[in-house]
């Protein structure tokens, strides 16, 4: 099993849909959890942390469930902007060092 | 504003020769990564360093060295090109601690003929 595995879709929902990522990691030890986006042929950039209450960035929501290990992105009133591929990442601490691993991502489409 | 840059953005080499791939950050951060990315694998680790004269291999290390002299800069080197290392390269820096995210450079992409 791949230690963080996401659908790498694509998902094509029409703009004003809600849609929904998940991202599964096998080590139960993992430590913090991020979103990223990356635009094609551009570097990934954060879009947001996620904590294990849950949180909320305007349309974003991201959540943590640590008993069945996944992490989920969930995007309100999708626009055509948020076309772009989501990376998950789990960070955990590996030998006294900081181990990040990253999804493959999950391509999202959001058509007219 | 603190920032992380790359350079060269863009470059074309042959097989056998050195390259290496600069990467600079204002942050003061002492975390720094370098990954490639390759269609069908995501972004794959090769090297990082916690802190100055520290290096660490990743997952893909073979065929990339890194060296740390300062806080600001790791520059990526491979020492004898070949086809397979054909790719995107990105650097990333973060704060120390478990719970800090990492900030990319641009990428470079890398192609080797």
């Known amino acids: 099993r791949k230690e963080v595995e996401q659908d790498p879709g694509p998902f094509n929902v029409p703009e004003g849909a809600t849609v929904a990522f998940n991202c599964t990691y096998s080590n139960s030890a993992s430590q913090s959890f991020f979103w990223y986006r990356q635009d094609c042929r551009k570097e990934p950039k954060l879009l947001m942390s996620?904590?294990?209450s849950g949180n909320e960035d305007g349309r974003f929501t991201a959540q943590l469930n640590r008993a069945s290990q996944y992490i989920s992105l969930l995007i309100r009133d999708s626009k055509l902007s948020d076309s772009a591929t989501y990376l998950c990442v789990v960070n955990e601490e590996s030998g006294g060092y900081q181990k990040v691993t990253f999804g493959i991502g999950t391509k999202l489409q959001v058509i007219p | 504003d603190a920032e992380i840059t790359q350079s060269p953005r863009h470059k074309i080499t042959e097989t056998g020769r050195q390259v290496t791939l600069a990467c600079h950050q204002t942050w003061n951060h002492n975390n720094m990564f370098w990954y490639r990315q390759d269609l069908g694998h995501g972004l794959r680790l090769i090297h990082y360093?916690?802190?100055?004269?520290?290096?660490n291999k990743g997952e893909v290390s073979d065929g990339y060295s890194v060296s740390r002299s300062n806080t600001e800069d790791l520059p990526l080197t491979l020492e004898s090109a070949a086809s397979s290392q054909t790719s995107v390269y990105f650097c990333?820096?973060?704060?120390?601690?478990?719970?800090?995210?990492?900030?990319f450079g641009d990428g470079t992409r890398l192609s080797i003929l």
């Open positions: 360093s916690y802190g100055v004269q520290d290096t």
């Open positions: 996620v904590y294990s």
């Open positions: 990333a820096s973060s704060e120390g601690g478990f719970n800090q995210p990492q900030h």
